[in-house]
């Protein structure tokens, strides 16, 4: 069983950043904290060439969710290389496409120093990714073609997210995390097209400067309460000195409540055992039920990764002030990375 540690008395939650910071400052200070919009101006023409060719990592990530499927697309930049990726998992029938392409030193891959505003695209050997900012949400544009082709004209409405800087070694991280994006569009994978209005969207936009090797836990899960309430949530561990503040959250038809830190427990020697997420105030009680360990093997040497992400349905109670909240199936995913990159 692996844990990130024990429950405890509720701790202490730092206060929220209220105003903009450059983020290295011109001083190279890096200010830490968490705040409910990016207020940190990214400054990457700072970095010193050898940081920005191997260390500095940066990522525009969307997962969508419905009952029954999965949707992940990327468009990413490590410095020696660039990827995007799109896959699609069918849980009923267990079924998956991925869509990779890469580009040597990043070339073709530019990524804003914003996530509340700059456009992505990617285009390489016919494939084409689009993340546009339009008003009150983000559209999101795919055509892949070939044998298992994937194409895709969504619609991301805007909602409550949270952003945090933490120090990590001699660099840092930095992200912004939104999820229960509602979802209009459609999506056709496989010769197969799927209506995705309804579905619920969640936003994983990373910049920083990362240690060559690397862990973190990451959970996530989006869709209506028993109620009709949308809910979200955002829970992680292991991404740096978290002290300043957290990206752990919960959102309820838009209202974010700012959780402590949160402890992981699960089995790496049977990773679809169910996993466990409590915090350490007593507010959250979850456990998710894996239904499919979407498992990207180990790829071993100096650069290399290790993900295994359950995609499956939470079940538990979170408690805001005096409300109970009951979690029952809400579509989700937990997940472990190592990374040497």
Avoid: C
């Avoid at 000195?241 to 020697?269: C, K, W």
């Amino acid at each position: 069983m692996v844990g990130s540690g024990a429950a405890v008395a509720a701790p202490h939650r730092p206060a929220e950043l209220a105003h903009d910071v450059e983020l290295p400052t011109a001083t190279g200070e890096i200010v830490a904290g968490w705040a409910r919009a990016p207020r940190w101006r990214y400054r990457v023409d700072r970095l010193a060439p050898f940081t920005r060719a191997l260390r500095h990592k940066a990522w525009d990530f969307y997962g969508i969710t419905t009952a029954d499927l999965y949707v992940a697309v990327a468009v990413a930049n490590v410095g020696y290389l660039g990827t995007a990726f799109v896959q699609v998992v069918d849980l009923a029938a267990g079924a998956r496409i991925d869509r990779v392409a890469v580009t040597p030193f990043g070339r073709g891959v530019a990524l804003p120093a914003s996530s509340a505003r700059g456009d992505v695209a990617f285009a390489q050997r016919g494939a084409r990714i689009a993340f546009t900012h339009v008003p009150g949400g983000r559209a999101i544009s795919i055509d892949w073609p070939g044998r298992r082709a994937i194409r895709a004209e969504l619609a991301l409405d805007d909602r409550a997210g949270i952003a945090v800087v933490f120090p990590n070694g001699r660099g840092y991280y930095y992200n912004h995390k939104v999820p229960a994006m509602p979802v209009r569009g459609w999506l056709r994978a496989g010769g197969t097209r799927r209506d995705l209005d309804g579905a619920f969207a969640t936003l994983d936009w990373g910049r920083g400067v990362w240690p060559h090797a690397t862990f973190w836990q990451w959970a996530t899960a989006s869709g209506r309460l028993a109620d009709g309430r949308v809910i979200g949530l955002n829970l992680g561990a292991g991404f740096g000195d978290t002290r300043a503040g957290s990206e752990n959250m919960v959102t309820i038809d838009g209202a974010l409540h700012p959780l402590g830190p949160i402890d992981f427990a699960y089995q790496p020697q049977a990773w679809r055992a169910p996993w466990r997420l409590r915090d350490r105030a007593g507010q959250v009680d979850l456990v998710l039920e894996p239904r499919l360990d979407n498992d990207a093997g180990r790829v071993v040497g100096p650069i290399g990764a290790e993900l295994h992400q359950l995609i499956g349905r939470y079940r538990g109670a979170i408690t805001l002030g005096g409300e109970r909240v009951i979690i029952d199936g809400l579509p989700g995913w937990a997940e472990q990375l190592r990374a040497w990159w």
